[in-house]
């Protein structure tokens, strides 16, 4: 019988290479743009924004000018709240302050020009991932939140641990849900502190073009928004595993001190990572949190007065009592 099915590959080949190509449809005109398109299309690079953009106005309230080039403010403004869109954008040489002017609008009555500069000041993009980042991007709302979470936190880890109650690295439950929560919250203050630094003009693109799809953004985007989601998932798990393993009320001291540590976890590395020594300092921490949770999973032992979890028979360190 003869090998035949031999030559099916060079027949294939020969197909292939003799066979005719289809260019498909020719569209001469896909990139006949006009000028005003390519403007619009490299401003949108570089601004992040263009026309029939949507912003909400955070303002008290900002003015607008009836007409380009005379510029004259009128009684026209809108207020904060107010949702407007972009209308039109023009470049004035002539203007030493700002040469670009961008015309919105909230109606079809209401509507003027104002310098870039003031609107973006003014404004946030009309989404509600833009918005929560401007809330947590405020200096004078971090500052005040960075003193209250250090000062609290002191106080609810001394009171915790005057009171022998349980708390994360330092009087542990058998669950690694707190400590890896602890860990993603350092991690994820690294990475956006990273960002900023690194990435600013990213950044900046994503406050204006939010996805919460971490496999739809660049990597560095997609691993901050990964990190978050996995946040939000771990805190659900240690909730759920710090209500099963302990009583109502030290649940609650519990996971009081658990936010306290993660809130000051947060301030830290977003704050020390802009100087460069988030990194070793995560590193650490890092290490630190396996080593005291190692440390708290490997206590074979209950006191027999308390049920704390001791590392081995005799005093227990929580109550006191000794156990044979």
């Known amino acids: 019988m003869k090998k035949w099915y031999l030559a099916v590959p060079f027949f294939s080949l020969f197909l292939l290479l003799t066979s005719c190509y289809n260019q498909g449809q020719q569209s001469p005109d896909a990139w006949d743009l006009t000028k005003q398109q390519i403007d619009s299309i490299s401003f949108s690079t570089t601004h992040h924004y263009t026309q029939n953009y949507n912003f909400l106005v955070r303002a008290p309230r900002l003015p607008l000018a009836d007409a380009l080039p005379d510029m004259a403010f009128d009684s026209l403004y809108v207020v904060r709240g107010e949702r407007v869109v972009v209308a039109e954008i023009a470049t004035v040489p002539s203007d030493t302050i700002d040469s670009i002017w961008v015309k919105v609008a909230r109606d079809q009555i209401t509507q003027g020009w104002i310098r870039e500069n003031e609107l973006l000041r003014g404004v946030s993009p009309d989404d509600p991932i833009s918005q929560f980042i401007d809330f947590f991007s405020d200096a004078h ?10 000062v609290g936190g002191a106080f609810a880890l001394q009171h915790l641990m005057r009171r022998r109650a349980y708390i994360v690295h330092f009087n542990d439950i058998d669950s690694f849900y707190p400590t ?16 900023q630094m690194f ?12 996805s919460l799809n971490p496999f739809a953004l660049p990597f560095h985007l997609g691993l901050f928004v990964a990190s978050v989601w996995a946040v939000i998932i771990v805190a659900a798990a240690a909730v759920d595993d710090v209500r099963r393993v302990l009583p109502a009320s030290e649940a609650i001291l519990y996971l009081a001190g658990l936010g306290a540590v993660c809130a000051v976890d947060y301030v830290v590395f977003s704050v020390s990572t802009l100087y460069y020594i988030g990194y070793p300092l995560l590193a650490t921490y890092v290490y630190y949190c396996l080593y005291s949770y190692l440390r708290v999973s490997r206590s074979a032992y209950r006191c027999g007065q308390c049920g704390a979890r001791i590392p081995a028979r005799g005093t227990c360190p929580h109550c006191g009592a000794v156990n044979v």
Request: a neutral charge; glycine letters at 2%; one cysteine or more.
């Open 199 to 210: 990435g600013a003009e990213s950044w900046r693109h994503f406050y204006f073009h939010p």
């Open 141 to 150: 709302l971090l500052i005040f939140l960075a003193f209250c979470v250090v």
């Open 180 to 195: 890896l929560l602890c860990v993603l919250i350092s991690m994820s203050a690294t990475v956006y502190a990273s960002i």
